[in-house]
């Protein structure tokens, strides 16, 4: 990329060069508006919406006749011109405002806020881009959240609605409030959605010219519209233009897992409960059992039998890489080089089962396993050796359907007995899976915490708890029992959507961050979305220092402290980023013993944040805190302390990003170890062999680039390794996408469709017509038909009697008997209207067609599911999982289809029709919402979460005991319930 760009020159530095002309005339014309009185400014807004509203009536005018989605796209192309044409006065008049807003006060999340800012040339580049649908790189601190709202008034002007996406409802709400006063001095509308708002708050906040939200809120209420049974249960009025804040968080980290809505299974299958007891003595053996094969180990070391040595030092590594005296081991000089040269030869020589079969059970941390081997097997299920077989289905069945001997009642018995028992040891496999994972692979108050009995999440970028969320896959339940709190119910997915697919909804998508340039080919390859880094207003005064490395976290440690007792000699304020609770918490303890006053601010704190953040910029102030992104909170002439490095590079360049604001002074410096997981699972064996040759003893201190390329090389591993995770969801999500978009159409055309009698006839037509292709087959006479499961049929779905003399059978043609069965249904469907009324029937016609979608969408969903799981052992087949994966869900899918034509006509033709006092709530009370965490592991939020959500919603209709026509209507009337409020209600 140097020599490129020796050679034609920096793209982003042209690209900021062809906007500049477009910000001098946004000055000019900001010096001009010094003279336009304060109340006229809503007047200008107006006459820019009459500007693009007169260019859209005219192409309206031009079009008549043509398609409607082609008047749409014409209108879009001629708003987005009028748009470039105003674009340097609106920008212009944005800027006035922020001039006449100067040295005003009012409240932001409660606290008096005086107003300081007038945008400067750069954020006025930044917002072109901005406009433009790209992504602006613009460094921590120089205002992205001013920049944003001059592309957000453009476009709000027609009048479609624009979003600003944010990473949590605490930054949603402070913008909305701190901006606002812009917004509202220019006359234009803001909103804001957050967690505990109910339906009509949100469709109130949607109707706004201009709405802040996050990822989150956007994508589950595009669900839960999806899911809504009345019009006026949608609270989205489309998807026009978006600018995510911090987008690369937003659509890089969030986006390796898709947000999920499910509900509570009929019946509870886990066994966690009852398998913990095995698993816990498992690994209680392993632990011992890895103990003693360390202290062998060191003992064959000594007597310089090295090679036997490496043999259990590598079983070892398999059984439990984390243990502590394993790690110190391996930063010995040479050991490390010495596993991986044993590791090599068995794996050359195929014989790595030998090393395994002494474990109990084998972890594999790059890709999150824990494996039982024959021996944990048989520790965990000495009584039971068919407790981990699975019986094959195929086979057995067919050896029951062969077997002669059995009627046809004891066969059925039979494969009911094989199916409960394949279902229990597979729930029962799983669960144990599930369990050693919790317990090998998920550290307390690393990747979760546990507060009033729950299990809460950490967010692995931010660092903040994330309530309600759940691992996915049962994970969270195995959580739940290893640390003794009450396991909640699994759950099914009901309507779920990636947030890669959620943001191409958008006709124009763009981002601002500090941190794009590095992620720009995703962003190009998944969202079609172009970077420009945007200069600073003032040059970058931060130092930063050369990364110093140690060999274990003892030494480092030791050495931060030193760090930061000199700093606070220097009167100089110190943050310290750690990646989790408990190196924060480890870091404090070590502070307390040395008398270094200071604040912690990770998951555990999180609800004094602001109080600590506001004393994090005074002299002498020590504070640690996890992960900074998205804190979204000025710290000014700090020096930073990084105790470790991020698997993305983004994250640290986040952490150092917080000091040197706006040209003040500041420096970072990162501490790192071999112990770190970073350098132990991705880059350490170069970093260790590169530390033996300059023969690093401990509490020494290396500095050198080559290991800092090294770990570099190491992050960018972890990241290409992450990208092809998301790539990977997406090419599994667009298959389901595609039938997502059917499926919701469909939906909104029943939903918002006034008379859907015709779609219901035309639906018995092609019942009709695939009925008699498949029981009249051309060619051959009618005593050869299938006259028997066609009757069948019919009778099952419509109710439909087909009663036909044997002499008439003799000459009928298919065609005629079509018509006539088709005269037949109609007529039935006619005398059903005629007893229930128009308006009545119009209700059961859209009643009917969302349930049976909605029932069968969540069954398709489970289907895919199941596919998913499955699919990727056909690899071993040598075919591709995901050519597999596409073929049967489109098979699924045109079943599925099929089904719903037939189920709304069985539900219509046979429905008892009873009308409601009120229509149900849009999305059943006990749903759960999830986005699964960026770990790649789901997480979901259980009922009582959403209390107060809850609050002030409408309650689901409950069906009481059934009142016979002929007994005293209940209203008090005296009539017959017939007669009065029962009228209509006809079985």
Known sequence: MGTLTKIFGDPYKKDVKKIKPVVEEINRLYEELDSLPQEAFPQKTNEFKQRIAEARNMVRDEMQGKPEEDIEKEERKVENEVLKEILPEAFALVKQVCKRLLGKIWDVRGIPTEWDMIPYDVQLIGAVVLHRGKITEMATGEGKTLVATMPLYLNSLTGRGVHLVTVNDYLAARDSEWMGEIFRTLGVSVGCILNDMNTEERREMYACDITYGTNNEFGFDYLRDNMSVRPEDQVQRGHNYAIVDEVDSVLIDEARTPLIISGPVSVSTQMYDQLKPRVERTVK????????????????????????????????????????????????????????????????????????????????????????????????????PDMFILPDLTEEIHNIESDESMSVEEKERKKGELQALYSQRSEQNH?????????????????YVVQDKKVLIVDEFTGRLMPGRRYSDGLHQAIEAKENVKIERESQTLATITLQNYFRLYNKLAGMTGTAVTEASEFFEIYKLDCNAIPTNEPVARTNYQDQIYRTKREKYNAVIEEIEEMISAGRPVLVGTISVDVSETLSRMM?????????????????????????????????????????????????????????????????????????????????????????????????????????????VIRHSMITRSIERAQKKVEAHNFSIRKHLLEYDDVMNKQREVIYNLRNAALRGSNLKDDILRMVDEFTEDKIDEYTEAGTYPEEWNWEELKHDFLRVMLLNINIPEEEKQAIKPEELEEKLKTAAHAIYSKKEEVLGSELMRQLERFAILKVIDEKWKDQLYELDQVKEGVNLRAYGQKDPLIEYKKESFDLFQSMLAGINENVLTFIFKARFEAPERPQEQVPQSVTLSHESATGLGYQQPPEMQEAARAGKRQPVRVGKKIGRNEPCPCGSGKKYKKCHGMGQVS
């Open 285 to 384: 053996a392993q632990v011992s059992l890895v103990s003693r094969i360390i202290m062998d180990a060191e003992k064959l070391l000594e007597e310089e039998k090295d090679y036997e040595a490496g043999i259990l030092i590598l079983q070892a590594y398999r059984g439990a890489p984390k243990n502590k005296r394993l790690m110190k081991l391996l930063n010995e000089q040479g050991i490390k080089k010495l596993m991986h040269g044993v590791e090599n030869n068995y794996i050359r020589d195929k014989r790595m089962q030998e090393i395994d079969e002494e474990l109990y059970f084998t972890i594999d941390e790059k890709r999150h396993i824990a494996d039982l081997t024959e021996k944990g097997r048989q520790d965990m299920a000495p009584d039971n």
């Open 431 to 447: 669960n144990i899976s599930q369990l050693l994972r919790a317990y090998s692979l998920f550290e307390k108050d690393v990747e």
């Open 592 to 700: 307390k013993r040395k008398g270094i006053k200071h604040w912690v601010l990770n998951a555990k704190q999180h609800q004094r944040e602001a109080e600590i953040v506001a004393n994090a910029g005074r002299a002498g102030t020590v504070t640690i805190a996890t992960n900074m992104a998205g804190r979204g909170t000025d710290i000014k002439l700090v020096h930073i302390v990084g105790t470790e490095r991020h698997e993305s590079r983004r994250i640290d360049l986040q952490l150092r990003g917080r000091c040197a604001r706006q040209g003040d002074p500041g420096s970072s410096k990162f501490f790192l170890c071999l112990e770190d997981d970073l350098m132990r699972l991705f880059g350490s064996d170069r970093i260790a062999g590169i530390m033996d040759r300059l023969g690093a003893k401990e509490g020494e």
